[in-house]
């Protein structure tokens, strides 16, 4: 479990739960960042912030401190399986 | 809005099959801008780049600028169409991702479903963001069940290799769902019978409602709902406005404390100033 400014380009995760409240949390919501949804960093930024996510076939960018907000799970690497 | 209007071809007006939907559906008469009475209200929603003024202008012959970029539709556009003897004024809402205020045009949206309330309310979504896109309709379908689910971009989905079940997804959302691409000109005639279907109740809506499955939500509800209900007894929908409250909505909280929540005739004239404000006048 960690959160969403933490996720790394190329892994995938999802959505576990939401820390903001009241119109934050709304609007994130509104947005498509609700628990269950997958998600995956987009495009990163070499400045840090923001940066762009892909969720329910968008892209939404955030801050740090938003994305610090959310809550994830993220998913175990597909790790390439060779059939003999 | 564009004051460009276009003579619409000529129709007959009478024929044997006059009562059949299909056949009414090709007789549609885009009417512009050139609307002095209308029986049915026809909003159009959706959200952002879902290709809604092409919708707008495939059903009024208007030409609404359209273009991809945020905020295009700044207030709101109208226009009018008549189809099975019946005049139709569409009215097109600025393109939002909620109905949740937290911008000027999602207030603009809103007021005008909840206090304008709109005979049918179209919402134009995105074939191939389909999830996204739904989150709109579940919050359109908690105020309204007069809603028509107008499936646009069908030729990208299609492209995209993505297939849509129309038919299910009316189905499970309880209005009708209709598969079209406005820009091909594809699907709008049974986009126009289903807006027909619903003005004249001959589709009956079964809304999909959210379970909320939160006994603590639903006592909470229960404690607030009968106090708005008493203190705005003409408020078409309590149960969203008291949701909105828990919710801490700032726009719905303070339109309660400055007392106008329940000033219909006052929402209204704001919303709709040349529409319903008229109506309620003589009414009274």
């Given at each position: 479990m960690t959160t969403l400014d933490r996720l790394s380009p190329g892994q995938r995760a999802t959505i576990t739960s939401l820390a903001a409240q009241g119109a934050e949390r709304r609007r994130l919501m509104d947005l498509g960042f609700i628990p269950g949804v997958e998600i995956e960093v987009e495009m990163g930024n070499p400045l840090g912030d923001p940066r762009a996510f892909r969720l329910l076939g968008g892209v939404v960018a955030l801050r740090r401190e938003q994305a610090r907000e959310i809550g994830i799970q993220v998913q175990p690497e597909e790790t390439p399986t060779h059939v003999a | 809005m564009s004051p460009e209007t276009q003579t619409a071809p000529a129709v007959p007006s009478e024929s044997k099959c006059a009562t059949c939907p299909v056949h009414n559906a090709s007789e549609l008469r885009r009417l512009g801008v050139n609307m002095d009475r209308w029986d049915f209200v026809v909003a159009l929603m959706g959200n952002p780049n879902t290709g809604k003024s092409t919708v707008f202008n495939a059903l009024t012959g208007l030409r609404q600028h359209v273009g991809n970029w945020v905020g295009k539709t700044v207030s709101r556009a109208e226009?009018?169409?008549?189809?099975?003897?019946?005049?139709?004024?569409?009215?097109?809402?600025?393109?939002?991702?909620?109905?949740?205020?937290?911008?000027?045009?999602?207030?603009?949206?809103?007021?005008?479903?909840?206090?304008?309330?709109?005979?049918?309310?179209?919402?134009?979504?995105?074939?191939?963001?389909?999830?996204?896109?739904?989150?709109?309709?579940?919050?359109?379908?908690?105020?309204?069940?007069?809603?028509?689910?107008?499936?646009?971009?069908?030729?990208?989905?299609?492209?995209?290799?993505?297939?849509?079940?129309?038919?299910?997804?009316?189905?499970?959302?309880?209005?009708?769902?209709?598969?079209?691409?406005?820009?091909?000109?594809?699907?709008?005639?049974?986009?126009?019978?289903?807006?027909?279907?619903?003005?004249?109740?001959?589709?009956?809506?079964?809304?999909?409602?959210?379970?909320?499955?939160?006994?603590?939500?639903?006592?909470?509800?229960?404690?607030?709902?009968?106090?708005?209900?008493?203190?705005?007894?003409?408020?078409?929908?309590?149960?969203?406005?008291?949701?909105?409250?828990?919710?801490?909505?700032?726009?719905?909280?303070?339109?309660?404390?400055?007392?106008?929540?329940?000033?219909?005739?006052?929402?209204?004239?704001?919303?709709?100033?040349?529409?319903?404000?008229?109506?309620?006048?003589?009414?009274?």
């Open positions: - | 226009g009018g169409f008549r189809l099975a003897e019946t005049n139709y004024k569409l009215v097109d809402l600025p393109g939002t991702y909620s109905l949740v205020s937290s911008s000027h045009h999602e207030e603009v949206a809103r007021d005008f479903l909840l206090f304008g309330q709109p005979d049918v309310t179209v919402v134009v979504v995105d074939a191939t963001r389909l999830e996204r896109n739904l989150i709109l309709v579940l919050q359109v379908l908690e105020i309204t069940g007069r809603v028509v689910v107008a499936l646009n971009l069908m030729d990208e989905a299609r492209r995209h290799g993505l297939e849509v079940d129309a038919r299910d997804l009316t189905r499970q959302l309880g209005v009708p769902v209709v598969p079209m691409s406005a820009r091909r000109g594809e699907g709008i005639r049974e986009l126009l019978q289903a807006i027909d279907e619903v003005a004249k109740g001959r589709f009956v809506p079964r809304p999909r409602r959210l379970d909320h499955q939160d006994p603590r939500l639903e006592a909470a509800l229960r404690r607030i709902l009968p106090e708005i209900e008493a203190a705005f007894p003409h408020l078409p929908n309590a149960r969203w406005v008291a949701l909105r409250l828990l919710d801490g909505d700032h726009s719905i909280i303070r339109a309660i404390e400055e007392g106008s929540l329940g000033d219909i005739d006052r929402m209204a004239a704001k919303a709709l100033p040349d529409l319903r404000a008229r109506e309620l006048t003589e009414e009274n």
